[in-house]
């Protein structure tokens, strides 16, 4: 079962601009984590945040993390074309070993 | 070597025969995973392997069934699947942290790019 909900589903902007995603959760959490997948291809890890942590920054992204919410957004800064993506949230629960996604969010970036 | 290779690319077989996915990573990790993702879904996860012992198995049809033979390999047997099982299957690998507090933490996962399965 999906453990994150991202909003919105889809996201389209041009190049220069930023993209914010956003995703709820349900459960107490060790960590969330954003992951972004290319059409049809594997997914690759962009930022790892822990329960204990609020904010945490890597180039262009910027991820925030309210517990007391149970959310996260990540934002995407100074968009580029190749950005265009399905970004999803993972989370791994406090009590269990695994990671559940998000449904996560299509972002174009249209140049 | 940063990489989670996965063989065949891409692969078509019908309801009666007996395939194999394999995947392979040579980072150290020994949490091996896979995953099963439809089209414009999340990845779901179907197995987990950590220490090469199957730890999760997240109710999954026996006509899948996982093989662990070594830290580094990680294999999916596939017999009599449906056509409903034809989706993108993902392999991914983690470090398995041991903390002193809560048990064991699983790090950021790293994926191979997949299997397309079909099955006609």
């Known amino acids: 079962s999906q453990q994150g909900e991202e909003d919105p589903q889809a996201l389209s902007i041009q190049e220069g601009e930023n993209a914010t995603m956003n995703c709820s959760y349900k459960t107490s959490i060790n960590n969330l984590q954003w992951y972004r997948q290319n059409s049809g291809r594997g997914l690759v890890h962009l930022i790892l945040?822990?329960?204990?942590?609020r904010e945490k920054h890597s180039g262009r992204l910027r991820v925030t993390l309210d517990t007391s919410k149970k959310s996260s957004s990540l934002l995407i800064t100074a968009s580029r074309a190749a950005d265009t993506a399905s970004y999803f949230c993972?989370?791994?629960?406090?009590?269990?070993?695994?990671?559940?996604f998000g449904a996560g969010t299509r972002l174009t970036v249209k140049p | 070597d940063t990489e989670v290779t996965q063989t065949p690319k891409h692969l078509v077989m019908g309801m009666t025969n007996k395939k194999s996915l394999k995947c392979e990573q040579h980072?150290?990790?020994?949490?091996m995973y896979w995953y099963k993702q439809k089209a414009k879904k999340p990845p779901e996860l179907m197995f987990v392997?950590?220490?090469?012992?199957?730890?999760i198995n997240e109710s999954v049809p026996s006509r899948f069934s996982p093989e662990c033979p070594n830290s580094s390999l990680l294999n999916l047997h596939l017999h009599a699947l449906q056509p409903e099982d034809s989706a993108l299957y993902l392999c991914a690998s983690s470090q398995v942290s041991v903390t002193g507090t809560s048990g064991r933490k699983i790090s950021e996962q790293y994926f191979g790019p997949g299997t397309r399965l079909t099955v006609t």
């Open positions: 980072m150290g990790h020994r949490a």
């Open positions: 392997y950590s220490y090469e012992k199957l730890s």
């Open positions: 993972a989370t791994e629960p406090y009590n269990n070993n695994d990671m559940r």
């Open positions: 945040i822990r329960s204990n942590e």
